[in-house]
Nanobody
Framework: QVQVVESGGGLVQAGGSLRLSCAASGRTFSGYDMGWFRQAPGKEREFVAALKRAGTTYHADSVKGRFTISRDGAKNTMYLQMNSLKPEDTAVYYC??????????????????WGQGTQVTVSS
């Protein structure tokens, strides 16, 4: 079993950047697929990005070219670099982990482990 904890959220102006971190404990996350989701007020949680154990990455169309998912195995930490932020990126961002997500990386119900979330607010 793995535990994940997000950090790095905050308030930023439109056009700015933030880097979110997801620290894993319990087991090394090299054995897990990892992902980022977000949930804005009044909306459902939605897929942002995923990073499979083999290194394949996926990004939602809404963030492609602006956000980048990556990991540092030595630190057992995953990152989400967010550039050119927009007010519509405002949400609580969640880290997720699974020991074999397959093709359902975009679905919230497919992921087994979740963090508590970190708030990102983008002002216009």
């Amino acid at each position: 079993q793995v535990q994940v904890v997000e950090s790095g959220g905050g308030l930023v102006q439109a056009g700015g950047s933030l880097r979110l971190s997801c620290a894993a404990s319990g087991r090394t996350f090299s054995g897990y697929d990892m992902g980022w989701f977000r949930q804005a007020p009044g909306k459902e949680r939605e897929f942002v990005a995923a990073l499979k154990r083999a290194g394949t990455t996926y990004h939602a169309d809404s963030v492609k070219g602006r956000f980048t998912i990556s990991r540092d195995g030595a630190k057992n930490t995953m990152y989400l670099q967010m550039n050119s932020l927009k007010p519509e990126d405002t949400a609580v961002y969640y880290c997720a982990a699974d020991d074999g997500i397959g093709g359902n990386y975009y679905s919230t119900v497919a992921w087994d482990y979740w963090g508590q979330g970190t708030q990102v607010t983008v002002s216009s």
